[in-house]
């Protein structure tokens, strides 16, 4: 993994959070290696020692999903170790937001999808999507036994671009008008509200920021959707939608083992068109996406007739 500068004298920096939780929670790095490991996101035990010495500081970038099960697995509120990681610098200009919606799902509406979102951004006073972006987001999906979708966790490092930001919106666009299919939604380490637009497809879920972005400073947020069994749609897909260009967009899908499917399409949206392929699992059960450099698109998998586990 890639490392950054280190923290300049006299400040708290990351070596000093990491060595002080280590202490507190008495844990050994080998332990912690073993655990990342088994989380998916396995750190060497070398780095995990220079991180720890402050010989070298962590690249939120490359590292922020490790840093998160870091900051869980020490019990630290969530952000805590990822701030200490990224030194404020320069913001990247972005291009403007686009939202590549599906055409059946945007035909329903009384507006254009940008319109609906700008009207939102008004009403509820947040953040105009220009103003930040998505610089990362890493995505995992699990699939019921039905093969529905039935949890979905994002992680995404946000940046501010320019004014200040303090308020976001995460969008979730639901099938039907009032279908009441997104369940439970958790925002780790922030306040948040819910709201619904006037056609009852959008659902908007509010959150909050205990200290406002300046240009150039970036916050983790992590978002957890749980959907009861019968609130599940029966559309057998999950989509990222990116609405600046990010440098990296992570999909992880987990299949129920008692009931895997026969075809899984990945499809890939752009402006301009829609590219579809053909997929297989990368494990008995699972399988991922990965692209850089990407957006604005919508990214997405969707599956089709089951295949029943052996008995």
């Known amino acids: 993994m890639g490392d950054g500068e280190l923290g300049l004298p006299g400040t708290r920096t990351f070596a000093d959070a990491f060595a002080d939780a280590i202490a507190r ?9 073993t655990r990342l490991e088994d989380r998916g996101n396995p750190v060497s035990l070398a780095t995990l020692s220079s991180w ?37 610098r320069a913001p990247t200009n972005a291009t403007p937001a686009r939202f590549l919606f599906d055409e059946a799902r945007a035909a329903g509406l009384d507006m254009r999808i940008d319109d609906v979102v700008s009207e939102l951004i008004r009403v509820l006073e947040l953040a105009p999507q220009d103003a930040f972006r998505e610089l990362s987001i890493q995505r995992i999906i699990d699939v019921d036994e039905n093969l529905l979708v039935a949890r979905e966790v994002t992680y995404s490092v946000v940046e501010c671009v320019t004014g200040e930001v303090s308020r976001f919106g995460w969008l979730k666009f639901s099938d039907e008008p009032q279908f009441d299919g997104i369940g439970q939604i958790t925002l780790d380490g ?7 637009d006037p056609s009852g497809r959008i659902h908007v879920t509010v959150f909050e920021l205990e200290e406002p972005l300046a240009p150039g400073e970036t ?14 749609s029966q559309r057998r897909e999950t989509v990222t939608h990116v609405h600046h260009p990010a440098q990296k967009v992570v999909s992880w899908i987990r299949f129920d083992p008692r009931n895997v499917p026969e075809r899984i399409e990945e499809f890939d949206r752009t402006e301009t068109a829609e590219h579809m392929t053909l997929r297989v699992l990368d494990t008995p059960t699972s399988l991922h996406q990965v692209r850089w450099d990407y957006g604005p698109g919508a990214l997405g ?7 029943p586990a052996d008995d």
Request: hydrophobic share 40%; proline share 7%; net charge neutral.
């Open 190 to 196: 922030h306040a948040s509200e819910h709201h619904v």
């Open 52 to 88: 720890r010495s402050g010989t070298r500081t962590p690249d939120v970038q490359r590292s922020w999903a490790a840093l998160s099960d870091l900051e869980d697995l020490l019990q630290l509120p969530a952000g805590d170790l990822v701030r200490l990681t990224a030194p404020r």
């Open 219 to 232: 916050t983790l947020l992590a978002v957890r959707q749980d959907i009861p069994v019968e609130q599940r």
């Open 25 to 33: 929670r008495d844990v050994t790095l080998s332990a912690l290696r």
């Open 301 to 307: 998998l969707r599956w089709g007739d089951p295949q």
